[in-house]
């Protein structure tokens, strides 16, 4: 057994992510690995990627999905990276970090090797720039609360006026070129590893003031990763190729990454099958194929930290009832085993399974039953003052959300309730969803794949302000909350609060903004070459510095 199947073993078994990372250890794949049956590296060190999706921004201050974030943990240098087998922060740019004794202060030390592609050092005032252009009011940026965490962050994010002032205030400085000193609002654990994520990422101010919101485009980009990027033609491509100036550069074995943007399930199949793809990026197989594709040795399948969900637009269906029956309906069962078929758990809540503390944390919601409650469902409808019989059920256009949408909409027709069915394309639809969302959504389809390993980073999507937070759902009491956990650095006192987080969300008094379906794993296809050293981790991060290709 590969190390990589010990890994998703070990996670099967034991359903505790904090257990199963301490376990055998997984499919990192050393560069000297070998793998699928190879006897030793390949000749030619070329990776034909399907990416699932064109993304919407290379940004790292704007981009918001799985296929953004990979590609910009590719061609850009993090603080720290997260080891794929335990998700512990590792070095990265930062060769090292101390973290004050009261836990408030965190001191990145960089390596005085990093480098533009323009051949410009990469310094701690990259950082403090780019963290503040992803603050600023003027970028708008959905994902500027992930830096709430430090000192004047929020304040600055939220100015309307005085905004320079309140700027110079944000906790970030950069004594020296190599030496990043970030002050925080309170001790927060999961910092380290949250820095991991791309928008903590440096960007190049010259490059973004030079070309404003061109400046992602291939011949403008100016980065600092393993890769570059030597072509993006929208919606059919992206090509990376190795960055030879990178500081680890001996270390990375793979020459170019060619990517088609393949969003089509059956597409992507079936390039993979004629051999014009090596591996995919863990976007949704499709349903039909996936009994037939588990037989084969090219079939891989992650444990995951994410969850899948319906949300509503609170203001059009605004009977806590009608929201009550309408996740009652849903068999999560039966879309599991007749829809999915990818060994997915029925989501009981927010929370994943596998979440450090998840026992805690879970609030076993009386509202999403396992296998549906068709008549409680109807008792709760008949409850409703005025409710909205006929809606609208908004997805994006990926594989699998058709499917399971075409078999709500008949779990939701036995209610009486009418569903029609809205389907877009994925930046189309994110613009869409807002928030807030457009007054045609009623119901809509999401997926949250965490960002690091605390379910903090979950639960705070609901808060009044979040730029994730499509629903219209708005408590000050449940703000305050988020606000205690973040200011709780015990564990186990901080899990309790995420249980009465949770519960607020959907517990049996809860406001059931969202419907929890299904918590994820990633269903993938990979070639023997390099199913031993590609791995996705439980947070969808690929890293193709580790990835070799091995000769048949």
Known sequence: MSRKNVLLLVMGLLGAFAVAAAGCGGGGGGAGSTGGGGTGAAAEQVLRMAWSAEPPSLDPGLATDTTSSNVLLAIMDPLVRLNPETNEAEPSLAESWDISEDGKTVTFHLSSDGKWTNGDPVTAKDFVYSWKRTLSPELAADYAYQLYGIVGAGEYNS??????????????????????????????????????????????????????DKWTEPGNIVTDGPFKLSKWEHEAEIDLVKNDDWRDAADVKLTSIPGKIIVDG????????????????????????????????????????????????MKNISDIHERRALSLAVNRREIIDQIEQDDRLPATGMTPKGMPGFDQINPNSPWTPENGDLNQAKDELSQAANPKKDINLFFNDSPGHKEIATAIQAQWKQLGINSTLKQQEWAQYLEFLGPPPNNAVDVYRLGWIYDFPDAINGLELWTCDSGNNNTNYCDKDFDALVAKAKETPDDTARWAIYKQLEDKLVGQDGALPIIPITWYTYPNLEKLSVKDSFFISPLDQIDFTKVVVNSG
């Not at 906790?171 to 002050?183: K, S």
């Not at 999961?190 to 190049?204: E, M, N, T």
């Not at 399948?301 to 949300?311: K, M, R």
Request: proline share 7%.
């Open 266 to 313: 059956t597409t992507k199949v079936q390039a993979f099958e004629s051999g014009e793809i090596d591996a995919m990026d863990g976007g949704a197989l499709p349903p039909d194929e996936i009994a037939r594709l588990k037989e084969t040795p090219e079939y891989e399948n992650y444990p995951a930290l994410g969850t899948y969900y319906y949300g509503f637009n």
């Open 159 to 212: 100015c309307s006026k005085k905004c320079d002032a309140l700027a110079a205030k944000v906790g970030v400085e950069a004594p020296d070129d190599t030496t990043l000193v970030v002050h925080l609002t309170s001790p927060q654990p999961w910092f380290i590893q949250q820095s991991a994520h791309h928008s903590f990422l440096a960007v190049h101010q010259a490059t973004v003031e030079k070309f404003g």
